[in-house]
């Protein structure tokens, strides 16, 4: 048998509903501290982070710009994986070259499968 208050369950009680008042006046307090200062700030710091780094992808770098000692490329499509020593793929194609030209260099002699459309076949890279 259902009690006569069947709903009763959806609303808080006296407690959960302080909880949830104190919860909200904590918040409004921080956001009134938080000063343009402080958000900056915050920014600043966020920025500043190397892994929020926003200049190019390493693989629109050069060869001298790398800063990993072994570089990876591998075909999306046939799963071949091509990994050089940084100093090994200066050395053959010299400081100035991109590792998007170096890696398509290394992948060069084909991808393994085969459509029949030019503009289909080759390897597609990921660059590692």
């Given at each position: 048998m259902a009690s006569r208050r069947a709903a009763e369950w959806r609303f808080p009680?006296?407690?959960?509903?302080?909880?949830?008042e104190?919860?909200?006046?904590?918040?409004?307090?921080?956001?009134?501290?938080?000063?343009?200062?402080?958000?900056e700030a915050w920014w600043a710091a966020v920025l500043s982070d190397p892994r929020a780094r926003s200049d190019r992808p390493d693989q629109d770098r050069t060869l001298g710009?790398?800063?990993?000692?072994?570089?990876r490329v591998e075909c999306r499509r046939c799963m071949r994986v091509i990994e050089i020593q940084r100093a090994d793929a200066i050395r053959l194609f010299g400081v100035g070259s991109e590792w998007r030209h170096v890696g398509m260099h290394l992948l060069a002699d084909g991808c393994q499968h085969h459509t029949g459309r030019h503009e289909e076949d080759g390897c597609w890279p990921d660059f590692r």
């Open positions: 009680n006296a407690k959960q509903r302080r909880a949830e104190m919860a909200q006046r904590i918040r409004a307090a921080q956001r009134e501290r938080m000063s343009v200062d402080d958000e710009e790398l800063r990993d000692a072994n570089l």
